[in-house]
T-cell receptor
Framework: DADVTQTPRNRITKTGKRIMLECSQT?????MYWYRQDPGLGLRLIYY???????NKGEISDGYSVSRQAQAKFSLSLESAIPNQTALYFC??????????FGPGTRLTVL | GEDVEQSLFLSVREGDSSVINCTYT??????LYWYKQEPGAGLQLLTY?????DMKQDQRLTVLLNKKDKHLSLRIADTQTGDSAIYFC??????????FGQGTELSVKP
């Protein structure tokens, strides 16, 4: 079984809809991250959490929110999706060592 | 601010060596990483180098670090078609986060 899972893997939605992307991990890591990937821009950090009570904004948090429901779960919400949020979204986890382990990604299309 | 730069594309022939380059700005980074992303998949850690090292070799992979120039490179010897992927370099910053480059898409032609 995969250590970091993301659901859904693909999602097509319309402008203005609320969307939630979920991430679960079985690695026992405290730290979790949400990134978006766009061609030519690499990965950009949206939000991160170093433990269950800790939430921090990343480089591009506007239009997004997160919830750390448990050590193993970190969800990303788009309150009102817009087309320029069309991207590939990755969840990652790490221990204190900084090596990050990535989920398989969620491809989101906003029409 | 912190920045990591990579060229976007590299094309090589099967059997040749590939060299992917990266420059970074944060001189306080303790580790620098190379991640590989295969089509349709997430990123997987390929190798990393501690900042007090100049070189690290792991089978076909050689990582070179020039701290003075803030330049990192990944050399893949005897490149195979299975090496075709996007390669990301990343540095860790003092806040415990990783800063990624744009990714270099390696295309290996038979």
């Amino acid at each position: 079984d995969a250590d970091v899972t993301q659901t859904p893997r693909n999602r097509i939605t319309k402008t203005g809809k609320r969307i939630m992307l979920e991430c679960s991990q079985t690695k026992g890591h405290d730290r979790m991250y949400w990134y978006r990937q766009d061609p030519g821009l690499g990965l950009r950090l949206i939000y991160y959490s170093f433990d269950v009570k800790d939430i921090n904004k990343g480089e591009i948090s506007d239009g997004y929110s997160v919830s750390r429901q448990a050590q193993a779960k970190f969800s990303l919400s788009l309150e009102s999706a817009i087309p320029n949020q069309t991207a590939l979204y990755f969840c990652a986890t790490s221990s204190f060592s900084n090596e990050q382990f990535f989920g398989p990604g969620t491809r989101l299309t906003v029409l | 601010g912190e920045d990591v730069e990579q060229s976007l594309f590299l094309s090589v022939r099967e059997g040749d060596s590939s060299v992917i380059n990266c420059t970074y700005t944060d001189s306080s980074s303790t580790y620098l990483y190379w991640y590989k992303q295969e089509p349709g998949a997430g990123l997987q850690l390929l190798t990393y180098i501690f900042s007090n090292m100049d070189m690290k070799q792991d089978q076909r992979l050689t990582v070179l670090l020039n701290k003075k120039d803030k330049h990192l490179s990944l050399r893949i010897a005897d490149t195979q078609t299975g090496d075709s992927a996007i390669y990301f370099c990343a540095e860790n910053n003092q806040g415990g986060k990783l800063i990624f480059g744009q990714g270099t898409e390696l295309s290996v032609k038979p």
